[in-house]
């Protein structure tokens, strides 16, 4: 029995479609996964190996209401296929990265655009434009084994009924498996992380009052309302 000398902080756990919830440990999301996104943010994708940032635990919201955060006048949303994790380890070999799967979700990279383009040009971290309070709004996940392993599928978001962001999963530069071998590389993964797949193009700014509607083929659709 611990001798906790403060209140023992809330975990956050994520709603699973047809009953439980799953207990969220780390958060990883990717960058520049989608080349028409990549280009758009001025970068070349033929010439990176794929790179990681985190968002905190804490940070995954399924409420649906994104809090406009203060500091910022350009928030920015970024739609995105959410992997939830059921197993880890070090050094995953790409074909055996979907047996860790535990299933997967609709969810919204919410960035600080502003912030995190001063922290570029001065070379800093971008955790003060990415990994602030309810910034990743995520919907219920689906289990694998009801869904299977997507590898295409539309993934789109409108924004008060017009559309900014239309692609398609097969556009992943880094296909899932992927992913969670080359983060094994680098991390001990293990079972309750999510990864954030990264952004098809379009991303653009939100203001409070504005109604995102994310869907992803197989997985349904969340709405966050900007409040």
């Known amino acids: ?11 956050r756990f ?6 439980g919830e799953f207990p969220v ?6 960058g520049r996964n989608y080349a028409d996104h990549a280009i758009e943010m001025g ?10 940032f985190q968002k905190n ?6 409420s649906g209401e994104f809090p406009y ?28 990265a979907l ?7 609709i969810g919204l990279d919410m960035t600080r655009r502003d912030l995190q383009s001063e922290m570029k040009k001065m070379g800093r971290p971008w955790e003060i434009g990415k990994a602030f309070e309810r910034s990743a709004p995520i919907g219920p996940i689906h289990p694998a084994a009801q869904v299977g392993h997507p590898e295409k599928g539309r993934i789109r978001l409108t924004v008060n009924g017009a559309v900014r962001q239309d692609g398609d999963l097969n556009q992943m530069i880094w296909k899932v498996p992927e992913m969670i071998s080359y983060l094994s590389e680098y991390f001990d993964i293990a079972a309750g992380d999510l990864i954030m797949s990264g952004t098809p193009a379009g991303v653009g700014a939100v203001v409070r009052g504005d109604v995102m509607v994310g869907a992803i083929e197989g997985l349904g659709e969340i709405t966050v309302k900007v409040v």
Request: proline letters at 14%; charged letters at 25%; one cysteine or more.
């Open 1 to 11: 029995m611990r001798n906790l000398v403060i209140p023992e902080p809330q975990r």
């Open 14 to 19: 994520l709603p699973v479609l047809g009953g």
């Open 25 to 30: 440990r780390r958060i990883y999301c990717i």
């Open 43 to 52: 970068h070349d994708p033929n010439k990176e190996p794929p790179f990681f």
């Open 57 to 62: 635990p804490e940070n995954a919201d399924p």
């Open 69 to 96: 955060p203060p500091k910022t006048s350009d928030v920015h949303h970024e739609l995105e296929l959410v992997v939830a994790l059921q197993g880890g380890g070090r050094n995953i070999a790409v074909e055996r």
């Open 99 to 105: 047996d860790l799967v535990f299933g997967y979700a």
